[in-house]
């Protein structure tokens, strides 16, 4: 129990103290080992060993192609496309922001690069024509998390390793349908305000310009296409997709789109290797951490709690939504992942959730997280696009948050949808 208490309270005042949280699960876990006389070696180990996997691989190679997408021209020309198809309706801008945001999410896998990317294109554009700026933030932060769902998603990736190597290919077919879900109901909302505040119809594409929109939107779009085809087809591994995702993404931006010079490619090159150096610090740090709680048995002990309290499959889904809900609102999604996997985990699948299913209810959870105050990733860099206090853009968000809530329910106690499509292309 000491060593429970000094595990948990020194990492929650390190949170507090505001230092980073792959710092605090690291010193955390230093210093409930020297309380525990094990030598500290063990902690080190812990932190390589989980870096030692084929499968993590994938994680630099999908963010560097995000990068690269998001730099090149290919976040602005999805965003032509969209309005092509949608930017016609009473508030087109926010339906197209919703539709860009699905067609770049599928391929980038992130929603601040999302929301860095079409948010930096669509949410002065949107102000420049008379939408509200408070709106136009919520509706990019929101959809901007359909990237987190949708394949490829490297934080699909991270749940695959943390629930003992579960197939990333399953996985990513099964975010299909939630994240166009999300993307669905999201319209609603946005397109209800749009007519009450009477926002601006959308402007009028001639033949010969959305032909020629479509045709160079074609080649970003077929990123997603050879990435999912060619899992799927078993050509090659979600690993090996990655790797083919940045040199398609590399060929496009420096010979057909030609916005990508050298100086432009460093720059792109030195973004990813600071955020693939967090994010791997983050999961070798949450590694040790996540020992450590099943070391000292937390794991066993909250699952006894749990079913102790409850053997109701959709009571247990509900608690664990509300707990990950609250958790999303303080922590961030990767750790959270590598943390909350091996403990809950284990319950539902003691009440007969498909661990698969599973992961895409705690995918869905924490992407409503990044976009929660205090500390919602996402949220914060679609405040610095749009220049606007995070407090004064929550209130915008509430319709969208339902909207997004009542997709995790419907995903929750619906496994249909999120183990349908698997269970089809995948026998």
């Known amino acids: 129990m000491t060593a429970t208490a000094i595990l948990l309270t020194s990492f929650f005042v390190l949170l ?3 230092v980073p949280i792959s710092f605090s699960l690291a010193i955390s876990s230093f210093i409930t080992t020297f309380y525990l006389k094990i030598p500290p070696m063990v902690v080190v180990q812990k932190m390589c060993d989980v870096l030692d996997n084929f ?6 190679f999908f963010i560097l192609a995000g990068q690269i997408m998001a730099q090149s021209g290919i976040a602005r020309r999805l965003v032509d496309f969209s309005n092509i198809l949608v930017g016609r309706m009473r508030g087109g801008l926010a339906i197209v922001n919703i539709v860009a945001s699905m067609l770049f999410g599928g391929m980038s896998g992130s929603s601040v690069a999302d929301t860095a990317s079409i948010g930096s294109i669509l949410i002065p554009e949107m102000v420049r024509k008379g939408y509200d700026r408070d709106y136009s933030i919520a509706v990019t932060v929101t959809s901007s998390t359909q990237g987190l769902i949708i394949p490829p998603s490297h934080n699909a990736i991270i749940y695959a390793y943390a629930a003992g190597g579960l197939s990333i290919a399953r996985l990513f077919l099964a975010g299909a349908i939630p994240g166009v879900l999300i993307g669905l109901f999201l319209l609603i909302p946005s397109y209800y305000i749009a007519v009450k505040r009477n926002y601006p119809v959308g402007e009028r594409v001639s033949l010969k310009e959305a032909l020629r929109i479509t045709r160079e939107s074609i080649l970003g779009l077929l990123t997603i ?3 999912i085809g060619g899992v799927l087809s078993g050509v090659f591994t979600a690993t090996e997709s990655s790797a083919i995702a940045v040199v398609y993404a590399f060929l496009i931006a420096v010979f057909f789109y030609r916005e990508m010079d050298f100086k432009k490619f460093m720059r792109v090159i030195w973004d990813s290797v600071k955020t693939i150096s967090a994010v791997m610090f983050l999961i070798a740090s949450a590694s040790a951490f996540g ?5 000292l048995k937390i794991p066993d002990a909250i699952a006894s709690a749990v079913l102790s309290f409850s053997s109701n499959k959709y009571l247990i889904l509900l608690l664990i939504n509300i707990i990950l809900l609250l958790l999303g609102m303080i922590m961030d999604m990767a750790p959270l992942i590598l943390i909350t996997t091996p403990i809950f985990l284990p319950i539902v699948t003691k009440v007969g959730v498909d661990p698969i299913h599973f992961g895409i209810i705690m995918l869905m959870n924490l992407g409503i997280g990044l976009c929660t105050p205090p500390v919602g990733n996402t949220l914060f860099v679609g405040c610095i696009v749009g220049k606007m206090k995070m407090e004064e ?17 419907l995903v929750t106690y619906v496994p249909f949808f999120a183990t349908w499509l698997p269970s089809l292309l995948m026998k």
Do not use: D
């Open 393 to 409: 853009v929550v209130k915008a968000l509430w319709p969208f948050y339902i909207a997004m809530i009542i997709v995790l329910f």
């Open 16 to 18: 507090l103290l505001r």
């Open 55 to 60: 499968s993590l691989m994938a994680i630099p």
């Open 291 to 295: 020992w450590l709680l099943a070391y």
């Open 225 to 227: 296409v050879i990435i």
